[in-house]
């Protein structure tokens, strides 16, 4: 398993994502995108779009803005239980959560012993004399202040008078912007249920222990699904909301199989009854094994009628369902799929780093599924000197970004090219060399054909230029190599 140095470094250099703000020394825990990280993240959004909400028959999307009325925070609990306990440094004033503290272990000065410098385990209290951590994990000497209740959502201003009217909040989660359009999107579509609104966008939290990377951060990007189901109808012997709860746990477990992460580094993980949120009957995470251990990389709820009724009774509006068939108003129930764009790339990028030795020389290769990859091909000239094979390069580059993502680089040797690609993941490079464009000086023609490389196998094969388009057609639309391989000569590997 890579390291997240390892992972952060790689980042950087190959521009996928970078320290917010760098040239200022940095804003804590916020990160951008470079050139490479923008086309991983696009990727991302959009397969989880095509499949949760294109290609299904009962989902469409919505695009909610991020500043919403406060009330809806008081409906939806925000204001009052968002919240982590949290202790606070005398003297160096930083702040700590405080289950935190207490996972960590701490260096005692026992009161009870004369030898009295210990230790003391992550967790446990001084086994001389019971004393509890006491004292400021990072300054070591500031008495820690009794547990506080510290808001997590972002608080703004709207307008020019900065009191108490004019308090609003950067949405901490998408979802309440799909609950107050409940009935708009009811309307607009005549759905019957079940049937699901998408939306993605950024969300805000003023998380007080970011950290590891891109894994928790205060400003991030959700996809998130509210699925809205009929509380009275039963499918397969079964309550509708247990039903689809279920659906959705596998549906989800699998999306990310299909995009690449290896089924040793995913489970599932039921939520005890004494964590599960306010308003979940059931909760369940989708963890991968990240380079901090296992942890959520989704959660997949079964949130009740919770958020339309509080919603209802805050607003004072009707939002419930016609049952034509029983002639009953119901509230349906949300079976809610909720996952994180920016820790979605930093599971595909941990999965799909290998570090492997060819011909006594270390590859580092990116292995992203196909659909994932930043750039799919990458157009490379052997001879940058050569007019004509520059010419031909960029022509085909032109014509395949058609289509593909493809760029044209001719800043090193082959050899290094491709290794460059490797590590950026890009599944196929196309070389165009004196053969493909013969030398006229000589009166020699070119054979029109350009060597096409697999990433993976590292396998040649020399490919007419007017058969690039068909061929990447199969190879990026999920034909196996060794297929297509297998229509043409073989190039013996750089
Ligand atoms: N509407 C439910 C909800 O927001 P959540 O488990 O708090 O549930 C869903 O968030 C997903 O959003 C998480 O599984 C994670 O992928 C992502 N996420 C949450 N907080 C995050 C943070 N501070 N930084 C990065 N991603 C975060």
Redesign the pocket.
Known sequence: MVDMDTLVSLCKRRGFVFQSSEIYGGLGSSWDYGPLGVELRRNIRNLWWRDVVHLRRDVVGLEAAILMHPRVWQASGHVERFTDPMVDCRACKRRFRADHVDAQPWTHYCPAKKENKFEVPAGEPCKHCGARRTLCPECGKGELTEPRQFNLMLKTFLGPVEDEAAVTYLRP?T?QGMFVNFENVLQATRRKLPFGIAQVGRSF?N?IT?GNFI???RE?E?M?LEFFVNPQDTVEGQPADEYWHESWIQERFAWYQRYGIRAENIRLREHGKDELAHYAKRCVDVEYQFAIGWS????IANRTDYDLRRHAEVSGKTLTYFDEERKVHVVPYVI?P???V??SLLAFLTDAYHAEEVRGEKRVVLRFHPELAPVKIAVLPLLKKRDEIVARAWAIRDELARRWVTVYDDTAAIGRLYRRQDEVGTPYCVTVDVQTVGDPAKGEAGDGRVTVRDRDSMEQIRVPIERLAPVFERLLGGGPWSAVAADYPRQSSA
């Open positions: 989660e979802a939290r998380e970011p894994f928790r951060t991030f959700q998130e959520e990389l989704e959660g809610e909720a996952a994180g920016d820790r």
